[in-house]
C-alpha cells in the first residue's frame, strides 16, 4: 500500500509541474500584435493589457542615458500615417537596434492618458537574408 501512495504522490507532483510548465509557456500566446493606428483606434480596449506593438523607430528621436540601460524613442507605422508614440524602456537594448529606422516590435503596455508605450521587451525585425538587393526579381 505504501508504494502505491509513494507512486500516486509522485505522479500527482509531475502531472501538476507539467501542467504549470504547459500554462507558463501558452499564456502569452494569445498576445495581442498590433500596429499603431489599430492600438490608437482600440485604447480603450487594450489599457492595462500587454501588447506587441509593431513599428519603425522615427530617426533622430533615441535617446539612451549615460549607461546604456534606458532608452527613449519614438515609433511610427511604417507607411508614417499615425501619429508617432513615444516608447519608453528599461533594459539593456538589442544589439541590433544600434540604428534608427530599424523596424522593431515592442511588448508592453500603452498608457492612454499620456500617449507613452512602457515596453518590457524589445525584438528588432531583420531583414531577410535572402532578399536581393535589386528586389524580388533580383
Known amino acids: 500500500m505504501a508504494k502505491k501512495l509513494k507512486f500516486g504522490i509522485a505522479f500527482s507532483i509531475i ?16 498576445m495581442y500584435y498590433l500596429t499603431l493606428p489599430e492600438l490608437r483606434a482600440n485604447a480603450e480596449v487594450f489599457r492595462d493589457k500587454v501588447v506587441r506593438l509593431n513599428g519603425m523607430i522615427l530617426p533622430d528621436t533615441m535617446v539612451k542615458d549615460s549607461l546604456g540601460y ?8 511604417e507607411n ?14 538589442p544589439d541590433l537596434m544600434h540604428k534608427e ?3 522593431l516590435i ?5 498608457d492612454i492618458e499620456k500617449d507613452i508605450f512602457i515596453a518590457r521587451e524589445l525584438l528588432v525585425k531583420c531583414p531577410s537574408k535572402y532578399e536581393s538587393e535589386g528586389g524580388a526579381n533580383g
Do not use: H, Q, W
Open 15 to 30: 502531472f501538476i509541474a507539467l501542467v504549470y510548465l504547459i500554462f507558463m509557456a501558452t499564456r502569452n500566446a494569445g
Open 106 to 110: 515592442a511588448e508592453g503596455t500603452y
Open 80 to 93: 508614417a500615417e499615425e501619429r508617432p508614440v513615444k516608447v519608453v524602456y528599461n533594459g539593456m537594448p
Open 101 to 103: 529606422g530599424v523596424t
Open 70 to 77: 534606458s532608452l527613449v524613442f519614438y515609433l511610427t507605422d
